[in-house]
């Protein structure tokens, strides 16, 4: 028979037994009544404990305590976290935004680069367009001429490529939210062989930087040129040299008093 | 978790809520204090609902929960120099079987003497009819820990009761 100890005795009296070791402990207590009187304590006590807590559980559960109402309000509160989280950035957001749109335009001397890249994307959009290549035909040069001043606020002549091989295709008009115009013209030519080139053409005013720079930018060349009136990027798949050619013919069309443009290569 | 799956978690968490305010109404003697116990235990339950496994015991877990969360509420209340009143004793609820076989106020107070280990391991036990290796894993202590402590605790109580010297000693079946 095993021994029966003060632990296995606290045991049974909790229910831990199984029912062969339970039998062994009944044999036991049959025979000991010190035992048996031990035993009657520590379910007295277990019961005097019951009767002390147990109506707890019986008790209304408060509305406060349900899991659903509990999961609900986690839900909305990790949404209301994401909301206002989303918000904070949206605020940083528009601050930013609005202190790039409103920093003081003439000590950005990377508004050109702004430019060129606007130039570059333009030419990259427009170029692939067979129908809807330009706005305005370059048969209507003169409509196309006014138009295009009038927008942009400053007096532009439709430059004629014909020497260097380029019919006009026309123009169109294209936001450039970078400078204080707002307002950015493009010009389309193209060659024989179809190859096209545009011109990218803005007011000069508030714009800063080199009177000339010629970049590579993907798989064409750009070339950005300013006057005191306006920039002009000719960007086109074509080698530095056939631009600048190019630009030559350009420049002394659009502004015809200025002087020939010193390249500066970067 | 699909959306079932988490209506299946919280029923099943529903139904372990009379116990978790049993035992936390027990631990704490404040109703207020204890249902403030339960509502973070489910909280937490809830939002860390991806990291039980719905094979384990839920009950099991959410009474870990409890207890830690009870005795980083003592520790804090510890720091801050809260003491508990003793005296507050809450109302004893349904009279015992026999009334006035054992003095249930003189329990409860002796109850309130026990060292905070030795009270999670009794209540567990005998209040919530937990099996020793449960209660074990609850309190992350080793089998013969948890009887040491279980026995320590009546011991005490039997002591601060009086019980030992009770000439009417009758056996309750």
């Known amino acids: 028979m095993m021994e029966i100890t003060r632990d296995t005795l606290m045991a049974f009296a909790d229910g831990q037994l199984d029912a062969d070791a339970s039998a062994r402990v009944e044999a036991y207590l049959a025979a000991n009544p010190e035992a048996a009187a031990e035993l009657a304590q520590l379910q007295r006590q277990n019961s005097a404990i019951q009767a002390l807590f147990a109506p707890a559980a019986a ?6 305590l349900d899991p659903h109402r509990l999961a609900l309000a986690q839900s909305r509160n990790r949404w209301q976290t994401a909301t206002r989280a989303a918000m904070i950035v949206g605020v940083l957001g528009i601050g930013m935004a609005a202190g790039w749109l409103l920093r003081p335009v003439t000590d950005n001397p990377a508004l050109y680069n702004r430019l060129i890249a606007d130039a570059v994307s333009a030419h990259t959009v427009f170029v692939a367009e067979n129908r809807h290549a330009v706005e305005v035909s370059g048969d209507e040069t003169e ?13 532009l002549a439709m430059p004629d490529l014909a020497t260097a091989g380029f019919s006009f295709l026309g123009g169109r008009l294209l936001p450039a939210p970078a400078i204080p115009g707002g307002r ?23 714009v800063d930087g080199p009177a000339l720079e010629l970049v590579r930018l993907g798989d064409d060349n750009a070339l950005y040129w300013a006057s005191a009136i306006i920039t002009c990027t000719i960007v086109g798949p074509q080698p530095a040299e056939s631009l600048k050619a190019m630009a030559n013919v350009v420049f002394a069309q659009l502004t015809p008093a200025s002087p020939a443009p010193v390249y500066r290569e970067l | 978790m699909p959306s079932d799956l988490v209506a299946d978690f919280l029923d099943e968490l529903e139904t372990c809520v009379p116990a978790l305010r049993r035992y936390a109404r027990a631990l704490t003697r404040n109703i ?13 339950a809830i939002s860390r609902r991806g990291l039980f496994r719905p094979t384990g015991p839920m009950r099991s877990w959410l009474f870990t929960i409890l207890t830690n969360l009870h005795r980083n509420a003592r520790r804090s209340e510890y720091r801050r120099g809260e003491t508990l009143d003793l005296d507050a004793l809450p109302e004893l609820g349904t009279p015992a079987p026999q009334p006035g076989y054992v003095a249930l106020a003189e329990l ?6 026990l060292p905070l280990e030795q009270k999670e391991v009794l209540l567990l036990i005998t209040l919530e ?12 202590i080793p089998l013969g820990t948890l009887m040491s402590r279980l026995g320590r605790a009546r011991a005490t109580l039997r002591q601060l009761t009086g019980a030992a010297q009770e000439p009417h000693l009758r056996s309750v079946k």
Do not use: F, K
């Open chain 1, 59 to 64: 008790e209304p559960v408060p509305s406060r």
């Open chain 1, 143 to 155: 409509h196309l001429s006014s138009w295009l001043s009038n927008r942009l606020g400053t007096g």
């Open chain 1, 184 to 206: 950015a013209a493009q010009l389309m030519y193209e060659d024989a062989s179809g190859e096209r080139v545009t011109l990218y053409i803005t007011p000069a005013t508030g």
């Open chain 2, 32 to 44: 207020d204090r204890a249902d403030d116990l339960v509502q973070d235990c489910l909280e937490r």
């Open chain 2, 108 to 113: 409860s107070r002796a109850i309130d003497t």
């Open chain 2, 129 to 140: 009819g937990l099996a020793y290796a449960e209660a074990a894993t609850i309190l992350d």
